[in-house]
């Protein structure tokens, strides 16, 4: 078990794993979580946005993860990973969490449309989202990818991976730039 843990953390060091949680992911939690990334990135200019994106990402984890914990009052609450690490010159901050087959397609399909529009876009797209009916299956206005890739310095990155019968893992990925941008 020690050489284990040994190897994990040497694993963490050598991709610059700043922070990393795997759980369930409640707003108790999530609360929690956002303190310890504020503390831990407080000098940092670009902080506002790092901030703004991981909360984004565990939201999405917490409300549509395929895998889910209750509470003492039987409220589901999704499972997830999230993570900030750096990359030379950028932050990334990563999610993942299983999604079933067809959600995972779709989210596919939404990450590859976000990454073929320029901000203006974006930003009308997120515009008139917030004016709209909330998607179907949606737990808020549905904007929280457009949300993400607004404030993504480069395209999103994602990744499917099979996962659990009848599950898969979905993997997102974004990046911002250590130095302000001017993208936000």
Known sequence: MANDLLEFYNNMDAANILFAFKGVISQSMLTQLAVV???QAQE???MQILFGIFIELSQNVR???AEQAFDADKKP?????VTVSEEGSVYSISSG????PETAKRLVEDCTLLNTM???ALNRLYKERLLADPPEGSKGAGVGLIEIARRSDLPLQFLVRDYKPGLQFFILNARVNKTISGNA
């Open 44 to 46: 940092e200019p670009q």
């Open 118 to 120: 320029e901000k203006s």
């Open 37 to 39: 990334l504020k503390q």
């Open 63 to 65: 409300h549509y993860s």
């Open 97 to 100: 969490n299983a999604v079933t």
């Open 77 to 81: 609450f999704g499972v997830g990973v």
